[in-house]
């Protein structure tokens, strides 16, 4: 079992910045992919970013050059550090857990991009 508690969300004008983060706690297996994904109203889920236990990381074409996903291995935590925010950017944030045939969701905490 593991645990995601995402936090840093919140309401923040076009162009501003915000920074997301997510521990995770519980049985984390040495290799693993952490991530963030959203989800806006009236849209599926998609990917934001990923990063694995190596450090390789995967981005989505509409936040590459203003999205920076990292992560803290000790800590077990994963961070989103969100610039050049979009009012298109505004949606619920997960992080995810994927490791083998385990996949966790937290509980989201929601962005929203607005003047």
């Known amino acids: 079992q593991v645990r995601l508690v995402e936090s840093g969300g919140g309401l923040v004008q076009p162009g501003g910045s915000l920074r997301l983060s997510c521990a995770a706690s519980?049985?984390?297996?040495?290799?693993?992919?952490l991530g963030w994904y959203r989800q806006a109203p009236g849209k599926q889920r998609e990917l934001v970013a990923t990063?694995?236990?190596?450090?390789?990381?995967d981005y989505a074409d509409s936040v590459k050059g203003r999205f920076t996903i990292s992560r803290d291995g000790a800590r077990n935590t994963v961070y989103l550090q969100m610039n050049s925010l979009k009012p298109e950017d505004t949606a619920v944030y997960y992080c995810?857990?994927?490791?083998?045939?385990?996949?966790?969701w937290g509980q989201g905490t929601q962005v929203t991009v607005s003047s």
């Open positions: 995810n857990y994927r490791a083998y045939s385990e996949n966790y």
């Open positions: 519980g049985v984390i297996f040495s290799i693993h992919t």
């Open positions: 990063i694995t236990s190596g450090g390789d990381t």
